[in-house]
């Protein structure tokens, strides 16, 4: 599985992480700026995988 994010419409300097969770278990951090980073995975698909978005508000791009 690959992951692209990034931020988009943000002000110069915008630094927040965002914490995704893999397989329920296990937290993973994202470093997002506004160019686009990739993240690769084995061995997982889209429901292994989730952005935890509980703490503010995004649009999250499937």
Do not use: C
């Not at 969770?21 to 292994?48: C, E, Q, S, Y």
């Amino acid at each position: 599985m690959q992951i692209n994010y990034r931020w988009k419409n943000v002000t110069a300097g915008f630094n927040m992480p965002v914490a995704a969770m893999l397989r329920g278990k296990t937290t993973i951090m994202l470093f997002p700026t506004t160019a686009f980073a990739t993240l690769r995975l084995k061995n997982t698909n889209n429901k292994d995988f989730q952005v935890d978005d509980q703490y503010f508000l995004m649009s999250v791009e499937h």
